[in-house]
């Protein structure tokens, strides 16, 4: 049996000394001491260390996200603030405030630190849809496509959302500030395996895509997040090279010619069945996928240097990329690092739990007729929004968005606040999805307050996740 591991003087004096005042929170009245609190939720402590500006101790059982990481404490310090140190990487992100609400979500967990699951209470609840969400034509093509398919409802809307928005550009937008949103986003599917059914919620959508606009579905959709740089060359720019020009034998000076034309329509909707394959090769020195999808993201203007003085750069401008991916919820909490949480990468995508939603021994019963049917309302909308700019909030829906948005953009502490940072500018988008489907030219209550149905499931899908016991 392994010896456990101690936490040593030196790196409790090392975290003390970089301690965040946003990752320390004062107790409630009436709580007690910190040993009083652990010990009301029978959590073991090893003996305490004292230092200068407060104690700390060792947590007996290791940490609570993951147990084979024995070095993490928690911290008391001499002004009654509190603190949590998980001394490995990947769970360094978490705080006081995520390890309070762990073990005070539903009331004590014992288990976690113990072992001990009798009185264990649930985990965080499984994430509920607001029948807001279902609004117009995303709305009609659940209720459609749901009853005949073992994939989750909400797998089916995000997916849908997720393509229309690719096939309609970047063309129609909306501001925040300063900041230009398009409809472009990234979803990530978590689920267990094979039933969440991830798979089979995409094949009823890229069919339904495929009688909207065959040609975006032929020319538009790629498998797999290999690299920076074959993400880059996929949307990228026409590639030039310095020739020589020749005069009587000699080099009298330099043309620029064209070795690559590039891709004149840079919409790609990328299909990745695998997150944690990409996620895996981003942690590597030198990798330029996690830093280029973060550019995909925010505006599509992309460059990955390359070697030999005499060729220009690649590039993509306006690369206009949304992605699809699927993942399990322990593979993903296996390879998502400290460093994406921190990063904005983990907060660029909309994080959705999946599970199956029917038991179909022999399979749906889908008309084909109603697909056809949602097929043309499709290819109308997406007709209608590739034509449209700018779209503004009416009064009523501006009204709803000043109330929304001090709590959408005040952020919260912790792994919460890491990965759901961009709540406003997420909300946005799917409002203006929305708005683009009813083929309307500005964004009115119903659209936003759909897109705020769902941003609010992606919301709790997120606690639910990465702070969920187990599913």
């Known amino acids: 049996m392994t010896a456990r591991q101690v936490v040593t003087t030196a790196q409790l004096e090392s975290v003390a000394s970089q301690a965040d005042p946003g990752a320390t929170h004062a107790p409630n009245p009436g709580e007690g001491s910190l040993a009083e609190w652990c010990a009301a939720r029978s959590i073991k402590l090893e003996p305490a260390a004292l230092k200068k500006d407060g104690t700390w101790y060792t947590l007996s059982a290791g940490c ?113 500030e300063s900041a230009r949103q398009t409809s472009r986003l990234f979803v990530v ?55 020589p020009v020749r005069t009587n034998g000699k080099v009298s000076g330099y043309e620029d010619v064209i070795e690559d034309h590039g891709v004149d329509d840079k919409r790609l909707l990328v299909m990745e069945a695998e997150f944690a394959s990409p996620v895996r090769r981003m942690a590597r020195d030198g990798n330029s996928l996690s830093a280029l999808l973060r550019e995909c993201w925010d505006t599509g203007d992309l460059r990955v240097m390359t070697t030999g003085r005499q060729r220009s750069p690649v590039q993509a401008t306006d690369a206009y990329v949304s992605i699809v991916a699927h993942t399990t919820r322990d593979e993903l909490l296996r390879v998502l690092d400290s460093t994406e949480y921190a990063n904005g990468f983990a907060n660029r995508f909309l994080w959705v739990c999946v599970r199956r939603s029917n038991v179909l021994p022999h399979g749906g019963s889908l008309d084909e007729d109603d697909l056809v049917l949602l097929g043309n309302r499709t290819r109308t909308a997406i007709a209608s929004a590739t034509g449209r700019g700018r779209l503004r909030l009416d009064m009523d829906a501006d009204d709803l968005w000043c109330r929304e948005y001090p709590d959408l953009s005040a952020g919260e502490p912790g792994l919460l606040g890491a990965i759901t940072g961009r709540a406003e500018a997420q909300t946005i988008r799917l409002a203006l999805l929305y708005a683009l489907l009813d083929g309307a030219g500005e964004i009115r209550l119903p659209h936003l307050s759909a897109a705020l149905a769902l941003w609010r499931y992606c919301h709790d899908s997120v606690r639910c996740i990465f702070r969920g016991e187990s599913w």
């Open 64 to 176: 609570p996200w993951n147990p084979a990481h024995e070095k993490a404490a928690v911290f008391e310090g001499s002004n009654g603030s509190r603190g949590f140190h998980c001394f490995h990487d990947s769970c360094s992100a978490y705080t006081w405030n995520d390890f309070r609400e762990r073990f005070d979500l539903g009331g004590p967990r014992r288990h976690i630190a113990t072992g001990d699951r009798s009185d264990a209470p649930e985990s965080p609840r499984w994430p509920v849809l607001d029948d807001a969400a279902l609004y117009g034509l995303a709305g009609d093509v659940v209720r459609t496509i749901a009853p005949h398919t073992e994939a989750d409802p909400v797998a089916i809307l995000v997916q849908y959302l997720t393509a229309f928005g690719n096939a309609i550009g970047s063309l129609p937008h909306y501001f925040v």
């Open 189 to 243: 599917l978590c689920g267990q395996s094979s039933k969440a059914r991830k798979g089979s919620s995409w094949s009823h959508i890229r069919r339904l895509m495929w009688l909207a606009d065959p040609d975006w579905v032929e020319a538009h959709l790629t498998n797999g997040l290999s690299s920076g740089e074959g993400l880059l060359w996929a949307v990228r720019d026409p590639v030039t090279a310095k020739h």
